[in-house]
């Protein structure tokens, strides 16, 4: 409890009784929550000794380079006019992202009810700084991986990096909204929290962190069309490719979707939060 007060105690912003805040308070007031909850859940997650804030980035940088050594060793090339290791790259950074972000949400509500003590610290407070700082901490692992294969010349400049940030937040948000469904129900039911781990594996087809969709039949295109992970991946390729590829993505279905996510995940959480008690 010491270690939530430390990092919670700069979010407490002072007000008259009675006065309102302005828009800009408020905002700042959140702002301020968000960064001590993420700076908690680091805390909490990785401490402070030995390498700490480090496995943050390391834990899917590892991973991602793990993956790309295996199949360099296995002779494996994709072909297509995209190297081996910028496909894997690309792939499994965003892969990465979706499964963490998800995984954590299983009884998160429960796990962090003792936060909701705090008067500024709401439950889509408390998720959401579990989402951005995982978002962040895969775009820093990322980043990182990037920088020294690009100066050895394994992976292309970025071609379009709005296009490429823009696949990551879009990824970002749909697990957002994803994982506060799965969040709320969870508390709703403990047999959901059993299902994510292999609901993890069934998406993984469905993600296109193994392929383009330019690159299948014209009626696999259409099915996998349909699903939501592909296009940030195919968003996120695009940038960084340009076009050497052919990156098939629609923007306005990826928004329609987010937006039904995040609503249905704000309701089920208003829901679940019902049944969370604070300790």
């Not at 469904?181 to 469905?206: C, D, K, N, Q």
């Not at 340009?242 to 629609?250: L, M, N, Q, R, T």
Request: with cysteine.
């Amino acid at each position: 409890m010491n270690l939530i007060a430390r990092a919670l105690r700069f979010a407490e912003l002072p007000s008259s009784a009675g006065q309102r805040r302005s828009f800009l308070q408020a905002l700042n007031v959140q702002r301020r929550v968000i960064t001590a909850l993420m700076l908690r859940d680091a805390l909490v997650r990785f401490g402070h000794e030995n390498l700490g804030f480090f496995w943050l980035m390391g834990e899917p940088l590892l991973m991602t380079c793990g993956v790309m050594l295996m199949w360099s060793v296995g002779g494996m090339d994709h072909g297509h006019g995209v190297g081996l290791i910028p496909f894997v790259l690309t792939g499994y950074t965003m892969l990465t992202l979706w499964r963490h972000i998800i995984g954590h949400m299983g009884h998160a509500m429960t796990h962090n009810a003792g936060l909701m003590f705090h008067r500024n610290v709401r439950m889509i407070d408390i998720l959401g700084g579990h989402v951005i700082l995982e978002s962040l901490g895969g775009l820093a692992a990322f980043t990182i991986a990037y920088i020294p294969f690009y100066m050895w010349g394994a992976v292309p400049a970025i071609h379009d990096p709005l296009l490429l940030i823009g696949g990551w937040a879009l990824i970002t948000w749909l697990a957002f909204g994803f994982g506060m469904f799965l969040a709320g129900l969870s508390e709703l039911s403990e047999a959901v929290s059993r299902f994510v781990g292999p609901l993890m594996y069934i998406t993984i087809p469905a993600t296109g962190a193994f392929y383009m969709l330019s690159w299948l039949p014209e009626k696999a295109q259409k099915v996998l069309a349909w699903s939501p992970l592909v296009h940030p991946f195919e968003m996120f390729r695009g940038g960084l490719f340009g076009p050497s590829v052919e990156a098939k993505f629609d923007i306005g279905y990826m928004l329609l979707v987010c937006t039904i996510t995040t609503a249905a995940g704000l309701a089920m959480v208003r829901t679940a939060q019902k049944h969370v008690h604070v300790s």
